[in-house]
DNA sequence: ACCTCGCGAGAGCAGTGCTCTCGAAACGGA
DNA sequence: TCCGTTTCGAGAGCACTGCTCTCGCGAGGT
């Protein structure tokens, strides 16, 4: 028993490492990851590292993983440490909170919302974590609404678009607006659209001030969901 | 004179060829194009494509400026389609041509707007045509503004956000209003964010009526821009 | 007719993901 | 404590990649 522990302790810590070192290649490198370079970065021939990941997708899938996690974390905790009913400050954290991190760890951001790997597919144990960022923000307008600080758009929706977000809506917030979520939605959006921009350099030379630009950018979105 | 011409055009053709099955292979192999399979569709050998372009990244450079411009072409015509005067029109013209182009050619588009290549700087040839589409949009605004159907919004914005504006107003619309400027901005942004988000399947089993979605949150901005 | 120059072929180098085999070491039960 | 099983790392090897270099052919221009 204990023995057994033991061998599955180090291979664990082996995992660990590995991982750990392939962030590290991928925050130089870039996103062509290199299993042969890690490898030789631990002593170890390339064919060792099999032992632990079935292949190379499976190493990024991984990563993949703990990124979402990662990017999970810092969004929740930036959206926790404001006062509940500060609706536009929790906004306002919580999008800064995702670039920060996203800015921090460019090539796992762009992992995770960069153009997707030709043969890989993503599991299906990813959309869990992938949509903490979205239901965090989307907690801020439950909470708006709840407690009466936020009130929905008074409009026609199509009714595919009607639809298709009383379902969306159905499985974290049943009940919540559909005008609403489609605010919410277009904030996110423009959040990832935001981030993505900044850091596949597309503001160079052309937007200076990053930190104002973006807090005003979030601020008019804040505006059109009604954010007080 | 006509021999050097001859050659030339020959020269021309096999460029032309290279970049035709190298599109092709881009299509239907995704981002990691091969060298050495394009020669090989070709009948030739890997290392002649090197006759006419010295290294892949130069080749992949060729492709993304003709996706550029490519893409300008389809956003320029679609806007030019429809009554001046009709702004709102204009804009979901536009949108929808940016969308289309990018669903009919999804490895080109990530090309341009997916996470950059490791090693991969672009070149400054790219800015040019990489701006005509964030143009097109915000000519809708600048016309809107000339002929009295669209007013800036009256607002104050922070000063390093408004002299950034200012300045990239100042290159091809001197005037411009700048909180109108960071509307327009965020539409841009947006869409940019729209697109993405359903190309790299960020919408899969959320959203079934894509169209319908999309042209809701293209709407949407355009309130926020203000557009009759 | 000669000679230059562009072009394609081929070999080769360093690197990649991945497979397979082999020997050693560690583990667990008798 | 001994012995079979399991686990692991090393090494060779395969097919592939981008890229360089050399060689020989044939068309172009003088």
Redesign the interface.
Known sequence: MVAHSLRARVRAGMIDEIKAVARRHLAT????LSLRAVARDMGMVSSAIYRYFPSRDDLLTALILEAYDALGDAVEAADAAVDRADLRGRWHATCRAARSWALAHPAEY??L???????YA?PDDTVAPASRPPLALVGILRDGLADGRLSPPDEE??E??R??LAE?AAGFSPGLPEPLL??G??GW??????I??EL??RLNG????RD??F???TA??A??IGLP
Request: net charge negative; glycine share 10%; charged share 10%.
């Open positions: 490198d870039g996103a062509n762009a992992l919302y960069g153009s997707p790997v030709p043969g993503a929706l199509p595919p678009v639809a298709d969306l489609a605010r939605l277009a959006t423009q959040l990832f659209g935001l993505s921009f596949f350099g052309v937007i200076p001030h104002e630009h807090d005003h950018q008019l979105m505006d059109l």
